[in-house]
């Protein structure tokens, strides 16, 4: 993984069997599980279930009539329900745990130098991927469901199902969450000479049709949510080539800067 290996090499001799491989990835798996069991436990203390329901509705309440409430049309769906959403709340909240997991499972085969970047990569990437999440609950379902609900007939009672809410905020917060990992996904393709900056700025307008193509896919069809996700993306994507050329710059290894100090003495 590193730019140019040394001639010794920190990581000779530390090649681990496939069966240990295999137990060290039980293990980070079961720790990703005790972290999501811990954080669900703590959830259905407080706010419980139906405070993390009452919650997430807000955004559709607010546009619905006074005293409307959301349907429950399966037999099972007021059990279901809510357990699905203490679950997917529980994963959120322990995103840095389980990405910190991913990253302890590799760090074997990490140098040094790449190994003091990956925890700052970890804690950036579940940033973003909570901002885009408080963007979806805060702004694009507000405004999404203001757009919706404003065509709806005076002679029809809108008055969703709570299954079918939870499963479109679940598939936006997803999407939202991936895509603003823009950043990351730029300063890694750099990083690894995958693409080149300048490269990426020539692709600067084609990122941006790339970009609306996967709104209209990912998000319902409508205008507010598709740009509400577009735009951000083409914002994030100029972040992550301002970040890049930094970031390639202080990950280098100890010996390609001391390959580029001995070539520029020679010149």
Known sequence: MSDIPSKDDELAGTEQPFVQHLLELRNRLLYCIYGIALAVALLALWPGPNGLIDFIAQPIRAHMPPDAKLI????FTP?????????????????????????????PGLYSHEKRF????????????????????FFVLDKMFGFIQGFTPDSVAATPDIASYVEA???????????????????????FKLVEIEKLK??????????????????PPDVISQLALAIPMCILYEVGILGAGWFSRVSRSP??????????TDK
């Open 72 to 75: 429950a049309v399966g037999v």
């Open 79 to 107: 059990f279901f329900v809510p357990i699905k959403v203490l679950g997917m709340v529980g994963v959120l909240a322990v995103l840095p745990w389980i990405m910190y997991q991913m990253w302890a499972f590799v760090s």
């Open 118 to 137: 990956a925890l700052p990569l970890i804690l950036f990437g579940s940033l973003l991927a909570y901002v885009g999440i408080a963007f979806v609950q």
């Open 169 to 191: 905020i679940l598939s936006l917060y997803l999407a939202f969450g991936l895509a603003f990992q823009v950043p990351i996904v730029v300063m890694l393709l750099v990083r």
């Open 202 to 219: 020539a692709f600067r307008g084609y990122f941006v049709v790339v970009a609306f193509v996967i709104a209209a896919i990912v998000t």
């Open 255 to 264: 010996d390609s800067e001391e390959e580029e100090a001995s070539t520029s």
